[in-house]
């Protein structure tokens, strides 16, 4: 049990992770702060926090943990503001779909009072963002990739595990170099081309007129493209490298599709898409409920 906890962003992921400490019995008071104070009043009506804060090291004065749910390139502006409230028995995470630039951050931000930051990131979420959008089960179930540094204090990686754990979610740890690079090409990527495919197409004369007879393919590939364009600006470009390399490896596979349709060469198209069926199939039988 946690006497409060101080949220640092009281949107969507903050929200979810306040709602969902409050119905586990988790935590006793929740103290919030939001850049936009009409968010952080939204988010004090719908109970999601019981005190709104002024400041975001007002959020953090007397909490026992933190958790910052900012995008990710304000995260060192936010370390740096919390940094004279946190103290080494203050276990502080981050919700972060990127961990290389948010360790550096924390390192620069919280300086000798890293060691009371956990890195985190749920793998969770929905495409409307905001805090009207908070749900207590968002991360019930899903999994929640921890990748603690060598400063992290051990003490407290073992209560981030606890506490995602007691919310219901598979914990799992990466190097957060390792983390970068898995998921430039599970996550990145297809958010990217989500958003190409639909500026693809809406771009074209008749694109309107395409887009009306498009049906649960359609839907189900670019429902990410709906996703929050800061957020998801500030996460291609913190993780621009290794998506880069995604990208490149991904415009290697179609200019084999490509090239096989040319030469209308149906023996190699059809060998690449059972490749493709095959390893979904394994996939979703090892990995999906």
């Known amino acids: 049990m946690f006497e409060q906890l101080g949220l640092i962003g009281c949107g969507l992921m903050g929200g979810s992770f306040a709602l969902a400490l409050k ?18 009043e939204r988010a004090r009506q719908k109970g999601v926090i019981d005190v709104e804060a002024p ?11 933190v958790l910052v749910a900012v995008p990710v390139a304000a995260s060192e502006a936010t370390f740096k503001a919390i940094k004279h409230m946190v103290t ?41 963002a905001g805090v009207d959008n908070a749900d207590a089960d968002l991360y019930s179930g899903k999994q929640v990739i921890l990748t603690p540094t060598a400063q992290t204090l051990p003490s407290h990686a073992k209560r981030a ?11 799992v740890h990466m190097a957060p170099e390792a983390h970068d690079a898995a998921f430039a090409a599970v996550s990145h990527l297809p958010h990217m081309l989500a958003f190409t495919l639909m500026n693809s197409v809406a771009g074209q004369p008749k ?15 670019t429902r990410i493209a709906a996703s929050d364009p ?9 993780n621009r490298a290794d998506l880069l390399i995604q990208s490149q490896a ?10 096989a349709m040319r030469s209308a060469d149906l023996q190699t198209l059809e060998a690449l898409i059972t490749q493709a069926s095959a390893t979904r199939t394994n996939w979703r039988m090892t990995q999906l409920p």
């Open 23 to 40: 119905k586990a019995g988790l935590v006793k008071r929740v103290v919030g702060y939001s850049k936009s104070p009409s968010t952080t």
């Open 55 to 65: 400041s975001a090291l007002l959020a953090v004065s007397g909490a026992d943990i």
């Open 88 to 128: 080494p028995q203050m276990l502080i995470m981050d919700v972060g779909s990127t961990k290389c630039d948010v360790v550096e951050a924390a390192r620069r931000g919280l300086r000798d009072q890293i060691g009371s930051f956990v890195p985190a990131h749920p793998i969770a979420g929905k495409e409307l």
């Open 161 to 171: 595990f606890d506490v995602w754990s007691a919310l219901g979610c598979k914990v």
């Open 207 to 221: 694109g309107q007129e395409f887009m009306e007879l498009a049906g649960p393919g359609f839907r189900d590939f």
């Open 230 to 238: 800061k957020v998801w600006r500030d996460i291609l470009l913190a």
């Open 250 to 259: 991904f415009r290697d596979q179609l200019e084999l599709f490509e090239a």
